[in-house]
Protein backbone atom coordinates (compact mmCIF):
# COMPACT_ATOMS: atom_id res chain seq x y z
CA UNK A 1 0.00 0.00 0.00
CA UNK A 2 1.33 3.39 -0.83
CA UNK A 3 1.38 6.27 1.35
CA UNK A 4 -1.69 8.13 -0.42
CA UNK A 5 -3.68 4.73 0.83
CA UNK A 6 -2.30 4.88 3.80
CA UNK A 7 -3.07 8.98 4.59
CA UNK A 8 -6.49 8.21 3.16
CA UNK A 9 -6.95 5.38 6.19
CA UNK A 10 -5.75 7.87 8.79
CA UNK A 11 -7.98 10.68 7.35
CA UNK A 12 -11.27 8.55 7.45
CA UNK A 13 -10.16 7.56 10.96
CA UNK A 14 -9.63 10.89 12.29
CA UNK A 15 -12.46 12.88 13.96
CA UNK A 16 -11.07 16.38 12.81
CA UNK A 17 -8.78 16.49 10.08
CA UNK A 18 -7.04 20.12 9.91
CA UNK A 19 -5.26 21.40 6.95
CA UNK A 20 -2.77 24.14 6.18
CA UNK A 21 -2.24 25.38 2.67
CA UNK A 22 0.56 27.48 1.47
CA UNK A 23 1.78 28.64 -1.96
CA UNK A 24 2.28 25.55 -3.59
CA UNK A 25 -1.09 25.08 -3.20
CA UNK A 26 -2.37 28.04 -5.72
CA UNK A 27 0.64 27.78 -8.16
CA UNK A 28 -1.32 25.79 -10.52
CA UNK A 29 -3.74 28.50 -10.47
CA UNK A 30 -1.66 31.33 -12.29
CA UNK A 31 -0.70 32.83 -8.30
CA UNK A 32 2.99 33.11 -8.60
CA UNK A 33 4.85 31.90 -5.57
CA UNK A 34 7.21 34.10 -3.83
CA UNK A 35 10.59 32.59 -3.33
CA UNK A 36 11.48 30.52 -6.18
CA UNK A 37 13.77 31.90 -8.67
CA UNK A 38 10.71 33.09 -10.72
CA UNK A 39 9.19 34.23 -7.82
CA UNK A 40 7.21 37.82 -6.83
CA UNK A 41 10.30 38.73 -4.77
CA UNK A 42 13.23 38.55 -7.11
CA UNK A 43 10.50 40.90 -9.40
CA UNK A 44 9.64 43.67 -6.52
CA UNK A 45 11.14 44.56 -3.48
CA UNK A 46 9.40 43.06 0.02
CA UNK A 47 10.73 46.70 1.48
CA UNK A 48 8.29 48.55 -0.63
CA UNK A 49 5.16 46.55 1.30
CA UNK A 50 6.63 46.78 4.37
CA UNK A 51 4.26 48.12 6.91
CA UNK A 52 6.25 51.20 7.96
CA UNK A 53 5.99 52.14 4.23
CA UNK A 54 2.40 52.17 4.23
CA UNK A 55 2.64 54.31 7.19
CA UNK A 56 5.28 56.94 5.69
CA UNK A 57 4.16 56.98 1.82
CA UNK A 58 1.27 55.69 1.74
CA UNK A 59 0.85 57.38 -1.54
CA UNK A 60 3.79 55.58 -3.33
CA UNK A 61 3.09 52.20 -1.29
CA UNK A 62 -0.58 52.10 -3.23
CA UNK A 63 1.07 52.76 -6.25
CA UNK A 64 3.30 49.86 -5.92
CA UNK A 65 0.49 47.75 -4.40
CA UNK A 66 -1.87 48.02 -7.44
CA UNK A 67 1.22 46.52 -9.80
CA UNK A 68 1.98 43.81 -7.17
CA UNK A 69 -1.80 42.37 -7.06
CA UNK A 70 -2.12 42.64 -10.96
CA UNK A 71 1.22 40.52 -11.25
CA UNK A 72 0.02 38.35 -9.02
CA UNK A 73 -3.84 38.26 -9.44
CA UNK A 74 -4.27 39.93 -12.82
CA UNK A 75 -5.10 37.20 -14.64
CA UNK A 76 -7.71 33.91 -15.14
CA UNK A 77 -7.19 33.17 -11.42
CA UNK A 78 -9.77 30.04 -11.02
CA UNK A 79 -9.26 27.43 -8.19
CA UNK A 80 -7.46 24.07 -8.89
CA UNK A 81 -7.89 20.22 -8.69
CA UNK A 82 -6.07 20.94 -5.29
CA UNK A 83 -9.01 23.10 -3.83
CA UNK A 84 -11.87 20.96 -5.64
CA UNK A 85 -10.09 18.46 -3.70
CA UNK A 86 -10.04 19.61 -0.18
CA UNK A 87 -13.47 21.01 -1.11
CA UNK A 88 -14.84 17.49 -1.99
CA UNK A 89 -13.11 15.90 1.49
CA UNK A 90 -14.76 18.65 3.62
CA UNK A 91 -18.49 18.40 1.88
CA UNK A 92 -18.01 14.73 3.06
CA UNK A 93 -17.07 15.47 6.37
CA UNK A 94 -13.41 14.09 6.34
CA UNK A 95 -12.15 17.80 6.45
CA UNK A 96 -12.86 20.18 9.27
CA UNK A 97 -10.63 23.23 9.42
CA UNK A 98 -8.49 24.66 6.32
CA UNK A 99 -5.88 26.95 7.69
CA UNK A 100 -4.30 29.02 4.88
CA UNK A 101 -1.19 31.37 4.17
CA UNK A 102 -2.16 32.63 1.13
CA UNK A 103 -3.95 35.72 0.20
CA UNK A 104 -6.02 34.85 -2.85
CA UNK A 105 -9.18 33.89 -1.56
CA UNK A 106 -9.74 30.40 -3.36
CA UNK A 107 -10.67 29.00 -0.65
CA UNK A 108 -13.18 31.12 0.72
CA UNK A 109 -14.63 30.34 -3.45
CA UNK A 110 -14.88 26.43 -2.71
CA UNK A 111 -14.75 25.28 0.56
CA UNK A 112 -17.96 24.20 3.53
CA UNK A 113 -14.95 23.65 5.89
CA UNK A 114 -14.00 26.31 8.46
CA UNK A 115 -11.64 28.75 7.04
CA UNK A 116 -9.02 30.72 8.51
CA UNK A 117 -7.02 33.56 6.37
CA UNK A 118 -4.14 33.88 8.56
CA UNK A 119 -2.08 36.63 6.18
CA UNK A 120 -5.88 38.26 4.95
CA UNK A 121 -7.37 38.47 2.04
CA UNK A 122 -6.13 40.46 -0.79
CA UNK A 123 -9.45 41.18 -2.41
CA UNK A 124 -10.69 43.13 0.76
CA UNK A 125 -9.52 46.34 2.09
CA UNK A 126 -9.66 47.94 5.25
CA UNK A 127 -9.00 51.26 7.41
CA UNK A 128 -6.04 50.95 9.16
CA UNK A 129 -7.79 53.80 11.59
CA UNK A 130 -11.55 52.17 11.94
CA UNK A 131 -11.49 48.64 10.76
CA UNK A 132 -14.46 49.61 8.16
CA UNK A 133 -13.49 46.67 5.85
CA UNK A 134 -14.59 47.17 1.47
CA UNK A 135 -13.75 45.72 -1.52
CA UNK A 136 -10.07 46.10 -2.81
CA UNK A 137 -11.07 45.98 -6.66
CA UNK A 138 -13.18 49.62 -6.12
CA UNK A 139 -10.22 50.75 -3.90
CA UNK A 140 -7.74 49.96 -6.61
CA UNK A 141 -10.05 51.54 -9.34
CA UNK A 142 -9.63 54.81 -7.02
CA UNK A 143 -5.80 54.58 -6.48
CA UNK A 144 -5.88 54.18 -10.54
CA UNK A 145 -8.06 56.92 -10.94
CA UNK A 146 -5.38 59.27 -8.84
CA UNK A 147 -6.87 59.27 -5.21
CA UNK A 148 -3.78 58.65 -3.50
CA UNK A 149 -3.84 57.42 -0.83
CA UNK A 150 -7.31 56.39 -0.80
CA UNK A 151 -9.02 57.49 2.65
CA UNK A 152 -12.24 55.42 4.23
CA UNK A 153 -15.43 57.49 3.66
CA UNK A 154 -16.38 56.84 6.96
CA UNK A 155 -13.66 58.41 9.05
CA UNK A 156 -11.13 59.35 6.86
CA UNK A 157 -8.49 57.35 7.38
CA UNK A 158 -5.74 55.76 5.12
CA UNK A 159 -7.17 52.13 3.64
CA UNK A 160 -4.75 49.40 3.32
CA UNK A 161 -4.83 45.86 1.82
CA UNK A 162 -6.12 43.93 4.39
CA UNK A 163 -3.23 41.38 4.16
CA UNK A 164 -0.46 41.08 6.78
CA UNK A 165 2.26 43.80 5.18
CA UNK A 166 5.85 42.91 6.55
CA UNK A 167 6.04 44.40 10.24
CA UNK A 168 3.05 43.45 11.42
CA UNK A 169 2.05 40.87 13.67
CA UNK A 170 -1.02 38.32 12.63
CA UNK A 171 -4.37 38.56 13.87
CA UNK A 172 -4.43 37.16 17.56
CA UNK A 173 -7.46 35.85 16.44
CA UNK A 174 -7.11 33.96 13.76
CA UNK A 175 -3.28 32.69 15.16
CA UNK A 176 -5.75 31.41 18.50
CA UNK A 177 -7.91 29.73 16.04
CA UNK A 178 -5.62 28.72 14.31
CA UNK A 179 -3.27 27.07 17.01
CA UNK A 180 -6.82 25.48 18.18
CA UNK A 181 -7.39 23.93 15.58
CA UNK A 182 -4.32 22.52 15.21
CA UNK A 183 -4.34 21.16 18.83
CA UNK A 184 -7.74 19.50 18.20
CA UNK A 185 -6.98 17.58 14.97
CA UNK A 186 -6.30 13.92 15.34
CA UNK A 187 -4.86 14.10 11.76
CA UNK A 188 -2.85 17.40 10.01
CA UNK A 189 -2.21 17.97 6.56
CA UNK A 190 0.39 20.80 5.75
CA UNK A 191 0.05 20.99 2.35
CA UNK A 192 1.91 23.48 -0.38
CA UNK A 193 3.69 25.10 2.27
CA UNK A 194 7.93 25.40 2.89
CA UNK A 195 6.84 25.50 6.49
CA UNK A 196 9.62 28.35 6.65
CA UNK A 197 7.31 31.17 7.46
CA UNK A 198 6.00 31.61 11.07
CA UNK A 199 4.19 31.31 12.65
CA UNK A 200 2.21 29.64 10.19
CA UNK A 201 5.00 27.04 10.21
CA UNK A 202 4.83 26.12 13.52
CA UNK A 203 1.00 24.75 13.47
CA UNK A 204 2.39 21.19 11.87
CA UNK A 205 4.15 21.31 15.47
CA UNK A 206 1.49 22.15 17.38
CA UNK A 207 -0.95 19.48 16.04
CA UNK A 208 2.32 16.54 16.07
CA UNK A 209 2.74 17.56 20.03
CA UNK A 210 -0.91 17.09 20.63
CA UNK A 211 -0.86 13.70 19.21
CA UNK A 212 -2.28 14.08 15.10
CA UNK A 213 -0.75 12.09 12.87
CA UNK A 214 1.08 14.49 10.28
CA UNK A 215 1.23 14.65 7.02
CA UNK A 216 3.29 16.70 4.84
CA UNK A 217 2.43 17.07 1.19
CA UNK A 218 5.08 19.12 -1.00
CA UNK A 219 7.47 19.19 -3.86
CA UNK A 220 10.28 19.69 -1.53
CA UNK A 221 11.61 18.53 1.74
CA UNK A 222 10.48 21.10 4.88
CA UNK A 223 12.26 21.44 8.30
CA UNK A 224 8.75 19.67 9.30
CA UNK A 225 9.29 16.52 7.03
CA UNK A 226 11.60 14.42 9.49
CA UNK A 227 8.95 14.50 12.26
CA UNK A 228 6.08 13.61 9.94
CA UNK A 229 4.54 10.12 9.40
CA UNK A 230 3.88 10.97 6.52
CA UNK A 231 6.05 12.78 4.04
CA UNK A 232 4.79 12.77 0.26
CA UNK A 233 6.71 14.75 -2.49
CA UNK A 234 4.44 15.78 -5.51
CA UNK A 235 2.30 18.07 -7.23
CA UNK A 236 -0.54 18.85 -4.74
CA UNK A 237 -2.95 19.02 -7.67
CA UNK A 238 -2.13 15.31 -8.47
CA UNK A 239 -1.47 14.14 -4.91
CA UNK A 240 -5.11 15.59 -3.40
CA UNK A 241 -7.53 14.36 -5.81
CA UNK A 242 -5.88 10.93 -5.33
CA UNK A 243 -6.37 11.36 -1.56
CA UNK A 244 -9.88 12.78 -1.92
CA UNK A 245 -10.73 9.65 -4.35
CA UNK A 246 -9.37 6.88 -1.92
CA UNK A 247 -10.76 8.17 0.93
CA UNK A 248 -14.02 8.50 -0.49
CA UNK A 249 -13.50 4.79 -2.18
CA UNK A 250 -13.26 3.05 1.10
Not at 49 to 75: N, S
Not at 79 to 88: I, Q, S, T, V
Request: charged share 30%; net charge negative; aromatic share 4%.
Amino acid sequence: MDAVARLAESVREADTVVALTGAGTSTASGVPDFRSESGVWNRFDPEDFHYQRFRTDPAGFWADRVELHETMFGGDIEPNPAHDALAELAEDGHLHAILTQNTDGLHAATTPAELVELHGNAHRAVCDSCGRRTDAASVRKRVESGERPPRCEDCGGVIKPDVVLFGERLDERDLRRAREHARRADAFLAIGSSLSVEPAASLPRVAARSGAVLAIINLDETPVSPMADYDVRGDVTEVLPKLAERVEDA
